[in-house]
T-cell receptor
Framework: GAVVSQHPSWVICKSGTSVKIECRSLDFQATTMFWYRQFPKQSLMLMATSNEGSKATYEQGVEKDKFLINHASLTLSTLTVTSAHPEDSSFYIC??????????FGAGTRLSVL | GENVEQHPSTLSVQEGDSAVIKCTYSDSASNYFPWYKQELGKGPQLIIDIRSNVGEKKDQRIAVTLNKTAKHFSLHITETQPEDSAVYFCAASLTGTASKLTFGTGTRLQVTL
């Protein structure tokens, strides 16, 4: 199967700082990347969809100025959590989709904001 | 929009037994149905998928069935092993690179020795 790499796997930061999470498709070109948030024992909640070279489309209720998404190439998308606060602590997961439309997921990033 | 319901929320089986997880979807236009396995602290892993032009698909111990008329699809795991213990998510979408997946609520499968 296709490989999606996500870094870092775990990050701890102070309240008010920004954190960047990277998502890379290693062996295929990802025309679309998705960012999800997952709370403990819950399903995945889609935050935004990004296509290479264009602005991300955010789901209702997701603050686009807080969760900045960049999809600069067909293999890389980044999510920046700006001015992070404890309520932003969560498990963030990216997925990448190529020409077949199948989403392959990264391993996730656990964010803890102190 | 699409809505996917998944049952049961937890499932405990003995090693060697079969496990069945069921999902229903609401949007008859959905035509792609993947299943993901998520282990603790990891991202979801695609284990099998089915498209609406097929009624059943099998890959070793895993099979998926789809009933378009009733709008439900099921995951079947035979000869379960302890390493099958995980959370399983069903999902539904339209085909296409930018299509969003609508996930079920997940089933926590526990395979006991």
């Amino acid at each position: 199967g296709a490989v999606v790499s996500q870094h870092p796997s775990w990050v701890i930061c102070k309240s008010g700082t920004s954190v960047k999470i990277e998502c890379r498709s290693l062996d295929f070109q990802a025309t679309t990347m998705f960012w999800y948030r997952q709370f403990p024992k819950q399903s995945l909640m889609l935050m935004a969809t990004s296509n290479e070279g264009s602005k991300a489309t955010y789901e209702q209720g997701v603050e686009k100025d807080k969760f900045l998404i960049n999809h600069a190439s067909l293999t890389l998308s980044t999510l920046t959590v700006t001015s992070a606060h404890p309520e932003d602590s969560s498990f963030y997961i990216c997925s990448a989709s190529g020409v077949r439309g199948i989403q392959y997921f990264g391993a996730g990033t656990r964010l803890s904001v102190l | 929009g699409e809505n996917v319901e998944q049952h049961p929320s937890t499932l405990s089986v003995q090693e060697g037994d079969s496990a069945v997880i069921k999902c229903t979807y609401s949007d008859s236009a959905s035509n792609y149905f993947p299943w993901y396995k998520q282990e603790l602290g990891k991202g979801p892993q695609l284990i099998i998928d089915i498209r609406s032009n097929v009624g059943e698909k099998k890959d070793q111990r895993i099979a998926v069935t789809l009933n378009k008329t009733a709008k439900h699809f099921s995951l079947h795991i035979t000869e379960t092993q302890p390493e099958d213990s995980a959370v399983y998510f069903c999902a539904a979408s339209l085909t296409g690179t930018a299509s969003k997946l609508t996930f079920g609520t997940g089933t926590r499968l526990q395979v006991t020795l």
